[in-house]
């Protein structure tokens, strides 16, 4: 089910999680939300990414959308779904929605997010590396999205920022004082040498650390390859979807 600006009241009993989210919920209007957490994930299509390696970026994600713990985390609570939204970025002018948001409810919705995102072809192979960009992006779609319990922001990247503004500037932004940022920072399948790759991957990841994830309880992930994008993203999944724990709400 895709997103139309409507959300339902809720009622009856569902699992409870964290009491800071109950207590947001309750005093702060979310309550009136059917939403309990907006998810968008950013894939990295800038110039350094070649062809082979977008397939597996997105048919990574598709099948880590489908894996079985996955699914069954992201579908744990129906009644009040997780919406997500999937887009590529590069530089500042080149961002493209491949999912809008969609509520994740049953088997079915996964699977129609998976062979989406299967079918799609890339659409431009250049491009520079607009990390702060693809964060104002990932705003812009927050705010016209669903009203949710929890934000979260998956970044996906094999490389700094080299256009437009710098994440660290955004991410201090007021508008994502209740986004949690996260990253999966990909190695590049091109370095030569074991040593050479691990020691690129923890200077990434720095980077990521220390200029881009923001927000409680904030992570990295890293995925050694494109060949291995898969495995971290599944991993990455596990940890963001939230199951709440809410009382009987009526």
């Not at 927050?142 to 700094?160: A, H, M, N, Q, V």
Request: glycine share 10%; hydrophobic share 40%; with cysteine.
């Amino acid at each position: 089910m895709g997103f139309d600006g409507k959300h339902r009241p809720l009622v009856g009993h569902l699992p409870v999680l964290n009491a800071t989210i109950l207590a947001w919920a309750l005093l702060g209007g979310g309550a009136e939300a059917a939403c309990r957490q907006a998810l968008a994930l950013g894939l990295d299509i800038s110039g350094s990414v070649d062809a082979q390696e977008y397939r597996l970026q997105v048919d990574g994600l598709a099948a880590a959308l489908l894996a079985p713990e996955v699914s069954q985390k992201a579908l744990a609570s129906p009644e009040t779904p997780v919406f997500i939204a999937v887009y590529e970025w590069s530089g500042q002018s080149r961002q493209r929605v491949l999912i809008n948001w969609t509520a994740l409810q049953s088997p079915a919705d996964l699977s129609r997010i998976a062979t989406t995102l299967r079918k799609t072809r890339r659409q431009s192979r250049k491009g520079a590396t607009a990390i702060g960009r693809a964060m104002g992006f990932a705003d812009m779609l927050f705010r016209e999205g669903p009203d949710c319990w929890t934000y979260t922001l998956d970044l996906s990247g094999d490389g700094k920022n080299n256009d437009g503004p710098s994440p660290q500037t955004v991410r201090k932004d007021p508008r994502f004082e209740r986004v949690t940022i996260n990253g999966l920072v990909i190695g590049s399948d091109t370095t030569m040498g074991r040593d050479e790759r691990q020691m690129e991957i923890m200077e990434l990841s720095a980077y990521y650390r220390t200029r881009v994830i923001h927000g409680h309880d904030a992570f990295i992930e890293v995925a050694m390859g494109f060949e291995d994008y898969q495995r971290a993203m599944e991993r990455k999944l596990l940890r963001e979807l939230k199951g709440l724990v809410l009382g009987a709400l009526e």
